[in-house]
């Protein structure tokens, strides 16, 4: 008669042997208590007992098919899931599909909203960084007076396309700073075009005629700010009297007189640093932008100091570096110019040619960068070709 180990042995092989026909069949695994009784059974086994080898390999069998059961429930969780989710996606497909057939778009009724325009508020048409009288000759750029006398005219010509499209009445410039090139540096003074005087003359002839071009089609009001490169000294300076040393200061006073008669273009005000003006309501702040040394806490130390004085502002525009961006409190201007020499082959930078439009009325501050780097062909360049042929029989 066999020992007890031994039919506990053949039980075993027995019932593995079941187990593994099950599992091949793709019946699933063995349930859990049947598999325990089998681990009993291997565990039970001396050591020493020929069965050894049986018990190992039980041990091995056991443990791979729990992973399997593990795995298997992992994988009926999963499709459970899965089976949900799309459910409830279809619920959602349906539900959609009804309310948009329950609600057509074609039964709303169709309103004239012609009359629902925006037909106020202020265009602000800002100047920034125009350097009149710079020559840049560059491998995929150029610039210089005929030049700027086009992309001046390309930006009225938008402006004045706001300024019908939104009703505008008032124009406002603001022209905040490096009208005319520098030539306080070697490199500055043998790549201008003309002398300061004759320069001046020709920039003072450009803005005159893209001045009476906005004033074709609204009031225009000029306010006017000196910048760091159209100083005449050496040393930058920031008292009213010695900042006004400045080629821009010359450029505003010279327009001014020659304009000072026409019924629809004023010239608001003048200030060597800064000037505040408003604009629809908002009180608006106008800077070069040299003073600022770091964008975001640069601008606010501004909002700071004009607040405590009891005069809040509500937007600040700039320029200074070239470079545009209009945000939620603040515009900075690009330059009518692009990259430079300097720009391009000491700072390794790029940049376009562009000037900003902000348009302000009831409901908020809306800012445009328009872009000059190309020329629309359509557009007629301001017309200099006189002024500047003297100018070049006398000085080259």
């Known amino acids: 008669m066999p020992s007890l180990k031994a039919n506990e042995a053949a039980r075993a092989k027995s019932v593995l042997a079941l187990a593994e026909e099950y599992t091949t069949a793709g019946y699933g695994t063995l349930p859990e208590a049947d598999w325990e009784g089998l ?18 390999t039980l041990k091995s069998a056991f443990n791979s098919l729990k992973n399997a059961q593990a795995k298997n429930s992992e994988l009926r969780n999963l499709l459970k899931t899965e089976s949900l989710e799309s ?33 106020d508020g202020v265009l602000i048409v800002q100047l920034s960084d125009l350097h009149f009288n710079e020559v840049v000759k560059l491998k995929n750029k150029t610039y210089n007076f ?9 930006l009225a010509a938008k402006a004045k396309s706001l300024a019908l499209a939104t009703g505008t009445q008032k124009i406002i410039v603001a022209a905040s700073g490096d009208l ?25 002839r450009i803005l005159i005629q893209f001045y009476l071009d906005l004033a074709s089609v ?14 005449n000294t050496q040393e930058q300076s920031w008292a009213s009297k010695a900042a006004s040393n400045n080629a821009d200061f010359s450029i505003y006073e010279n327009c001014k007189y020659k304009l000072e008669e026409h019924r629809r273009i004023k010239f608001a005000g003048y200030d060597a640093n800064e000037i505040c003006f408003t604009a629809f309501n908002r009180r608006i702040l106008m800077l070069h932008g040299h003073q600022i040394r770091s964008l975001e806490s640069g601008i606010g130390q501004i909002y700071s100091k004009y607040a405590k004085e009891g005069t809040p502002l509500d937007y600040v525009l700039f320029g200074h570096i070239h470079s545009s961006y209009i945000g939620d409190f603040h515009a900075r201007n690009s330059s009518l110019v692009g990259s430079n ?10 940049s376009k040619a562009a000037q900003n439009i902000i348009h302000i009325s009831k409901t908020g501050i809306d800012g445009l ?3 000059l780097e190309n020329l629309n062909p359509e557009v007629i360049p301001y017309d ?5 042929r003297r100018f070049q029989n006398e000085f080259h």
Request: aromatic fraction near 8%; hydrophobic fraction near 40%; include cysteine.
């Open 180 to 204: 005319m090139n520098s030539d306080r540096r070697a490199d500055e003074y043998l790549t201008n075009e003309f002398p300061k005087p004759a320069g001046i003359q020709l920039a003072v």
């Open 369 to 371: 960068r328009v872009d």
């Open 87 to 119: 459910r409830a996606a279809a619920d959602y497909y349906r539900q959609a599909v009804g309310l948009m057939r329950s609600d057509p778009i074609s039964a709303s009724p169709v309103v004239d909203r012609t009359g629902m325009l925006v037909t």
């Open 384 to 388: 200099i070709k006189e002024t500047y």
């Open 341 to 350: 020499s300097y720009s391009y082959s000491g700072l390794n930078l790029a």
């Open 39 to 56: 681990l009993n059974i291997a565990q039970s086994m001396d050591g020493e007992n020929p069965a050894c080898e049986f018990q190992k």
């Open 146 to 154: 005929h030049l700027a006398a086009a992309r001046l005219a390309q």
């Open 218 to 231: 609204a009031e225009v009001e000029i306010y006017s700010i000196t910048g760091n490169e159209s100083r």
